[in-house]
Nanobody
Framework: QVQLVESGGGLVQAGGSLRLSCAAS????????MGWFRQAPGKEREFVAA????????YYTDSVKGRFTISRDNAKNTMYLQMNSLKPEDTAVYYC?????????????????WGQGTQVTVSS
């Protein structure tokens, strides 16, 4: 089993930055594809970014391209999401996820493990 714990969320003004972390435990996730999703109140969970097992391939939803950067440190069993130029519409609970396949995926159904989420609130 894999346990995922997100951290780094908080309240920030528009234009500010936050760095989310996703720490894995229970087993190494170095061979797992991983991703970030978010869910705003009253909306469905949506894909944000994903990264392959080695970090060599990444993919972003259009709304965050150029502002967010996904990365991972397999030695630390941890994934990150650097969020810059934040906008009020980025406000949501952010979840990290891991899947047994080495490649990334953009559908939440393709992920096997989920964290509990961390709140990100961007004020205007």
């Amino acid at each position: 089993q894999v346990q995922l714990v997100e951290s780094g969320g908080g309240l920030v003004q528009a234009g500010g930055s936050l760095r989310l972390s996703c720490a894995a435990s229970g087993r190494t996730v170095s061979s797992f594809g991983m991703g970030w999703f978010r869910q705003a109140p009253g909306k469905e969970r949506e894909f944000v970014a994903a990264i392959s097992w080695s970090g060599g391939n990444t993919y972003y939803t259009d709304s965050v391209k150029g502002r967010f950067t996904i990365s991972r440190d397999n030695a630390k069993n941890t994934m990150y999401l650097q969020m810059n130029s934040l906008k009020p519409e980025d406000t949501a609970v952010y979840y990290c996820a891991a899947r047994g396949g080495r490649l990334y995926a953009i559908s939440p159904e393709e992920y096997d493990y989920w964290g509990q989420g961390t709140q990100v609130t961007v004020s205007s």
